[in-house]
């Protein structure tokens, strides 16, 4: 018959192998559970640090819009006095692009998504609807819907894809500027998107 501390595959006899096998578990878990930490916060720190920034910026747009520069992948905040909150974005992919005016003119927490036909047309195996906080929805934590269209700045499943040219015309962000932006923006914010 074995003891205890022999069954979880500790030598030793009788209690002090108890003892020895609880401590060296908790000390492995404590270990493991402190170094994932370390990392969840070293990525999540150095994904906040290379997210937004404050940067001069000129262009004669006036405090509040919000401008994307499609080919920096990145989109402005508009401070005033010479200033911007910079974010790095996903964009539209080639053909996908597009230029000009709009306003905000939804705001919506973690939203469900309905793939747009396009989408749909190309992948057909979406389903028609994606709840909001699923792990498979495209928008992320939030989305800001532009008038005239079916295009949004939104947040993503894909943090990765932040600064590539990805989407069929939406602006992506990560999750955390996404909800930074959501707060300082209201409805019939200017949005001008260029090149």
């Given at each position: ?10 030598s030793g006899s009788g ?181």
């Open positions: 018959m074995h003891g205890r501390g022999e069954e979880a595959g500790h209690d002090h192998g108890n003892i020895y096998g609880a401590v060296m578990t908790f000390h492995r878990w404590l270990a493991a559970s402190s170094a994932a930490f370390i990392l969840a916060m070293t990525v999540g720190a150095s994904q906040s640090a290379q997210a937004r920034e404050i940067v001069g910026f000129a262009g004669g747009y006036s405090a509040g819009t919000v401008v994307v520069k499609t080919g920096e992948r990145h989109l402005y905040y508009v401070l005033g006095n010479g200033k911007a909150i910079r974010y790095p974005v996903g964009v539209g992919r080639a053909g996908k692009q597009w230029t000009g005016t709009s306003i905000i003119d939804g705001k919506h927490l973690r939203p469900a998504w309905s793939p747009p036909a396009e989408v749909k047309r190309d992948k057909p195996s979406l389903p028609n609807v994606i709840a909001g906080g699923s792990g498979r929805n495209p928008m992320g934590a939030a989305a800001l819907t532009l008038s005239g269209g079916q295009y949004a700045i939104h947040g993503t499943n894909q943090p990765g894809s932040i600064g590539g040219f990805v989407s069929y015309g939406c602006i992506r962000m990560y999750n955390q500027d996404v909800l930074d932006l959501y707060n300082r923006v209201g409805f019939g914010t200017t949005v001008v998107v260029t090149r």
